[in-house]
Nanobody
């Protein structure tokens, strides 16, 4: 089992910022892809950001220009910088990684709440 430890969630006001971190128990060099999904209770998980081994990134229209995914190989960690957060960004955010196993690896989830 691959462990993905997430941190950085919390409560912020609209317009605020948070940075999420995700550190796997294996090297990120071995991942085919990594990123984050988010989920609101009663709804399907949707992709927020992905990054490829070559550094290519992808974002849905809902977060493009506000969210940035990056990685630090020395720290074996990926980050999601979230700026100008809005109430519709409220969700549980899950880090994922594809290590070529039978299924994707998932973090434990971290709650992001945007409210005034």
């Amino acid at each position: 089992q691959v462990q993905l430890v997430e941190s950085g969630g919390g409560l912020v006001q609209p317009g605020g910022s948070l940075r999420l971190s995700c550190t796997p128990s294996v090297s990120i060099f071995t991942a085919y892809a990594m990123g984050w999904y988010r989920q609101v209770p009663g709804k399907q998980r949707t992709a927020v950001a992905t990054i490829s081994p070559g550094g290519n990134t992808d974002y849905p229209d809902s977060v493009r220009g506000r969210f940035t995914i990056s990685r630090n190989n020395a720290r074996n960690t990926i980050y999601l910088q979230m700026n100008n957060l809005q109430p519709e960004d409220t969700a549980v955010y899950y880090c994922f990684a594809d290590f070529g196993r039978n299924s994707l690896s998932w973090g434990q989830g971290t709650q992001v709440t945007v409210s005034s």
